[in-house]
């Protein structure tokens, strides 16, 4: 007679089996052998079952109690295991390879000269600069006539473009949003105006005609050359890096006086001089100047009252200098071997 404690322990095995044969049928077929071998008639819990009867008459009813619970155990998970098996797609499908490398999904990115722009204007935006735009047709007023440009001085020629309509072009500079902003709002100004612009220029290495400008421009009650200066050394200090160097150089432009072109010393070489910088060991970055009178008075500021600075540079160009890039066109001609790279 098999002691009841053994018996027991039978069943708990019995139970354990048939769970585990259960939950590893792949197939509705393994699963109803599974339900043959540990509860069908002739089956290990059946067996025990019938066992039952030879145990002693006060172990019965706790015998009893726990087969009929391994039983309903057996059954709810046999339920379940066949619901999961009739819900798979296919029971001979292989199961997923998830050590598999996905496919590569095709990720856009910031083009170079987008985040040149992004990162000067971030660089203002800390010295309290507004970034805002303004619009690529622009009259003749916008982009000559109210920056002291008359449309008959050879100075226009400078900033030659192509027309739209009578009097309606596309701008050659963001300078005109210069006076859009003095218009609009009161000093003090400070603003960043990042667009594109349009010239009668040739597409060659150093020239595309359609590039990004960023316009600069800063107007309060005493502002001087000083703080215009110490701003853009700054600037560069920020962009280009602690080390670089800037100079000052007189320079021409009707709306402002003194006008000055800036240059930085040369990322490539540091300043001695190579390919980069055409051996002068500089890189032109900006036209500038303090704001001129006549400018103020075309937008109705006071000249006698307000004074400040603008600059204007060019952030593709810029780009070529700090990446090395040999070739403006690269910039524009939308091959991604050459885009992807500053991904
Ligand atoms: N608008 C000039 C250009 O396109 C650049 C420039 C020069 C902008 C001096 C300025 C400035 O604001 O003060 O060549």
Redesign the pocket.
């Given at each position: 007679m098999t002691p009841p404690v053994q018996l027991l322990d039978t069943l708990t095995r019995i139970e354990e089996e048939g769970l585990a044969a259960i939950e590893s049928s792949g197939s509705l077929d393994e699963l109803e052998a599974a339900r043959i071998r540990y509860l069908g008639r002739s089956g290990g819990l059946t067996d025990v079952l019938r066992r039952l009867g030879q145990a002693p008459a006060a172990q019965r009813p706790v015998l009893g109690a726990a087969a009929n619970e391994a039983k309903r155990r057996l059954q709810a998970a046999l339920e379940e295991r066949a619901v999961a098996l009739k819900r798979a797609p296919s029971t001979t499908r292989p199961p997923a390879d998830l050590t598999m490398p996905g496919r590569r999904a095709c990720w856009g990115g910031v083009h170079p000269v987008t985040r040149v722009i992004d990162e000067i204007c971030e660089i203002f935006r800390e010295l309290g600069f507004s970034r805002v735009r303004g619009p690529e047709a622009e009259t003749e007023w916008y982009n000559f006539e109210a920056?002291n440009i008359p449309l008959e001085h050879p100075a226009a020629d400078?900033?030659d473009t192509f027309y739209l309509a009578d009097g309606v072009l596309l701008r050659?500079?963001?300078?005109p949003v210069?006076a859009r902003i003095m218009e609009t709002h009161d000093p003090p100004v400070r603003v960043v105006v990042p667009g594109m612009?349009y010239r009668r220029d040739p597409f060659d290495a150093t020239h595309a005609p359609a590039f990004e400008?960023i316009?600069?421009?800063a107007v309060d009650e005493g502002i001087d050359f000083v703080e215009f200066r110490f701003t853009i050394e700054h600037f560069v200090h920020r962009f280009f890096g602690k080390h670089t160097r800037t100079r000052f150089r007189p320079?021409y432009?009707p709306?402002?006086e003194p006008?000055a072109e800036v240059d930085a010393t040369c990322g490539s070489c540091g300043g001695d001089g190579c390919s980069t910088c055409k051996g002068t060991g500089w890189i032109e970055i900006?036209?500038?100047?303090m704001?001129h009178p006549a400018v103020f008075e075309a937008v109705g500021y006071d000249p006698e009252r307000y004074t400040g600075?603008?600059?204007?540079?060019?952030p593709a160009r810029i780009a070529m200098a700090r990446y090395g890039i040999p070739d403006i066109r690269l910039f524009y001609e939308g091959d991604l071997r050459f885009l992807e790279q500053f991904r």
């Open positions: 920056l400078m900033w050659s500079h963001t300078s210069q612009c400008q316009e600069g421009l320079a432009f709306f402002t006008s900006m036209g500038s100047g704001v600075y603008a600059f204007g540079m060019g």
